[in-house]
């Protein structure tokens, strides 16, 4: 079925299901004109961006009373609840962010009813109930609202830096304790992490401080800058922060958001800095001396920098191969000689990880890496000559990863399907034993009457987009199950096989549950991203659209069963699909969404994101700009399905102005009669950190919603 095709009775549809509704709040229009290039846009809602303005909470506020007066009477929504909280509070634990240093094994551990994960050490990775908890979230504040951002352990793991925020603000201080007693040592550094340039922190080779990112502290800096401007600079423990020693950055520019890995070895250090979150790195080497020399810069295409056992660097390079090589230089060669190339581009992508996740490790004798299979991933083995290797066994389908070392010459890594929980595994190279930890999920629920398919949609311009669909085994493929589809695409981000064991529950009523690997995410190497990034981006939305297109076509489903999940730029997904084409789904649901196309690179963390969306100050970029932003092409008369919306007031990533003036202008807009709902959480941020009970709310409000715009009855859960 072509798309413009699709039912036309889809508007009347909607309206027949959202039943009488109240009206939603009074938003009073005052229009700004601004000049863009010769061209005038009006902006209606500029006046709801003001957080610190009262008529603003109080509209706020007032949508949330109409959001919930709608949400909690949905019919099912008890039940559902009952539903996801026995899931979501079942007594298995799920660990993550495994590591090992100095005999001792840490991991993040989420136990529910608990709010917050925490951190744990054990002495073996076969720890049954050996297990003790070193610093807890749940202990240090009772309102659930403090969370650990991440962890750094020292190197003989007896010290470990521990990085916390409150309420979802994703500013994080650094805490250092003892992993013997739990005790905190005096040293606290502030303002390590934010949510616009994230954090970092390594140990010296002798433990006795540690480099870490350093954010500007009260003074330094005006106001608009404070999450910006990161540098690196050096603790040493024991003494006064305001002593601590500058090393890197003050060159830097203002998006820079830096990595720092430390050689325990020979004490040199890799200073990684990526230019906001565009997928543009330069390299600097803290050299035995003590100083600093850069050996890639901004735009040759060096990604990734790692040490490796040899005083040896090894990087990987899209110069040439947008689906990544990887190089390899002596430290004595960097600045005289040419890296030379261990692996050569190939038909797979090479995976590289800024921000943790382990995709490359060189050890003495063989050189551990990550591929990008087009959505699942592989971890592979190859010798330093680059001659692959037998490698661990790994589950087929699966999304594989988060390498690190562990005692004795074994490699960590974390594996998991979309039916099988994600665990960490130890894999010893010499007998090529692979051996699942105690660090692992078992899933409170099964997923053994599931089918796994893939299928392929063509795009508008022929490109071939592929889409993983999760349903009950026997599924009649006869265009009436109801169906829920999300995707991202952007930032170069692959969507990797995971199990959600929520999917149960939509499953147990018969639905077809997609995830859509789509352009603009890396999936496919470099060039895929960059088919879907600034002027591209239109092919995300086309690429998105065609997968809605094919399973209607292949009757997994049809528009009138159909609903599109997404968040942050998987919320501008949503915007920009629903917007263009209303009538091919029957509801959308938006997490913490962007909307405004024109306004997103004025807040906080919008400058990180002018390297993947432009600037209104190009005129090629504001032109593609304007023509999807969802905001501006929200027409009125338009018929319009039921939208949720869902954002966090304290969000440091997407200021929530973007959610709020979006349901604004859809509520003055559509024809339909369908609601328009804008549900914000006041404790809660981009998603990170959020207490374990309004996940739970959040989830309910979601599938209640989903359910009744399907027209899905809910079954009890017994």
Request: aromatic residues 10%; glycine residues 10%; hydrophobic residues 35%.
């Amino acid at each position: 079925m072509q798309l413009h095709a699709v039912l036309s009775c889809l508007a009347l549809s909607i309206a027949m299901t959202s039943t009488s509704l109240a009206a939603p709040p009074d938003t009073a229009q005052r229009p700004v004109t601004d000049t863009y290039h010769g061209t005038k846009v009006v902006d209606e809602y500029r006046w709801l961006e003001d957080w610190d303005n009262d008529e603003v909470r109080a509209w706020s506020d007032a949508q949330n009373t109409y959001a919930r007066s709608i949400l909690d009477a949905l019919p099912g929504t008890d039940e559902l609840r009952k539903q996801v909280t026995a899931i979501m509070t079942a007594k298995t634990a799920r660990y993550g962010g495994v590591s090992y240093a100095g005999g001792n094994w840490f991991a993040m551990k989420n136990q529910p009813p608990l709010q917050q994960s925490f951190l744990i050490v054990a002495d073996s990775p076969m720890h049954e109930d050996d297990v003790r908890v070193l610093v807890d979230p749940n202990q240090l504040d009772g309102s659930g609202a403090t969370t650990i951002e991440w962890y750094r352990p020292s190197h003989d793991g007896k010290l470990v830096a521990v990085c916390l925020s409150i309420g979802g603000h994703e500013v994080g201080d650094v805490r250092v304790y003892e992993t013997a007693t739990g005790k905190q040592l005096a040293d606290e550094v502030p303002r390590v992490n934010t949510g616009t340039a994230g954090g970092d922190l390594s140990w010296a080779p002798d433990d006795s401080g540690f480099y870490y990112t350093r954010h500007p502290r009260e003074g330094e800096r005006a106001e608009e800058d404070m999450n910006f401007y990161q540098q690196v600079y050096f603790h040493t423990l024991g003494t006064p922060t305001e002593e601590d020693r500058y090393e890197l950055g003050k060159d830097s520019p203002r998006i820079a958001e830096t990595r720092v890995e430390v050689d325990k070895a020979t004490g040199r250090v890799i200073a990684t800095i990526q230019y906001g979150d565009g997928g543009e790195f330069a390299h600097y080497l803290r050299d035995t001396d003590g100083q600093w020399r850069q050996f890639s810069e901004f735009g040759d295409r060096i990604i990734q920098a790692e040490f490796g056992k040899h005083n040896d660097i090894y990087m990987v390079s899209r110069a040439g191969a947008p689906r990544g090589k990887l190089l390899h230089i002596p430290v004595s060669e960097l600045g005289s000689a040419e890296p030379k190339v261990v692996l050569p581009e190939g038909k797979d992508t090479l995976v590289s990880t800024f921000w943790g996740g382990g995709s490359l490790l060189a050890g003495d004798d063989r050189i551990f890496v990550v591929y990008q299979l087009g959505g699942p991933s592989e971890i592979r083995v190859f010798d330093l000559a680059g001659k692959p290797l037998s490698g661990p066994a790994q589950p087929p389908i699966a999304s594989s990863g988060g390498l690190s070392w562990g005692p004795d010459g074994s490699v960590l890594f974390s594996s998991g399907s979309y039916t099988t929980a994600n665990a960490t595994y130890q894999y010893f190279p010499e007998s090529g034993v692979t051996a699942v930890t105690d660090f692992r999920y078992e899933l409170p629920v099964s997923f053994d009457d599931a089918e796994v398919r893939r299928e392929f949609a063509t795009s508008k311009d022929g490109t071939k987009v592929p889409v993983n669909l999760i349903f009950p085994k026997g599924t009649k493929l006869d265009g009436k199950n109801p169906c829920i589809i999300t995707g991202y695409g952007g930032y170069g981000v692959s969507l990797t096989p995971r199990a959600n064991s929520l999917n149960r529950i939509l499953l147990d009523h018969g639905f077809v549950v997609g995830v859509a690997n789509i352009r603009g995410g890396g999936e496919y190497g470099e060039e895929w991203h960059l088919e879907g990034n600034l002027t591209n981006k239109q092919n995300v939305f086309n690429d998105f659209a065609a997968v809605l297109g094919k399973v209607i076509d292949r009757g997994y489903t049809s528009s009138e069963h159909l609903a599109i999940e997404g968040g942050s730029n998987g919320g501008l997904l949503m915007g920009a699909v629903m917007t263009q084409y209303p009538d091919l789904m029957k509801c959308v649901v938006s997490h913490v969404g962007i909307y405004d196309m024109l306004r997103v690179e004025l807040s906080p963390n919008g400058a990180f994101n002018i390297t993947e969306f432009g600037t209104v100050e190009n005129p090629e970029h504001f032109e593609a700009l304007l023509a999807y932003s969802p905001l501006h092409n929200v027409k009125d008369g338009t018929a319009y399905p039921p939208v949720l919306f869902l954002t966090g007031a304290n969000d440091p990533r997407v200021d929530p102005m973007q959610s709020r003036k979006m349901a604004a202008r859809l509520q003055a807009a559509s024809s339909s009669g369908a609601p328009t709902l804008l549900r914000t959480s006041s404790d809660s941020g981009h998603g990170a950190g959020t207490p374990l009970d309004e996940r739970i709310e959040q989830e309910v409000d979601v599938l209640a919603f989903v359910f009744n715009e399907l027209g899905v009855k809910v079954r009890d859960g017994e």
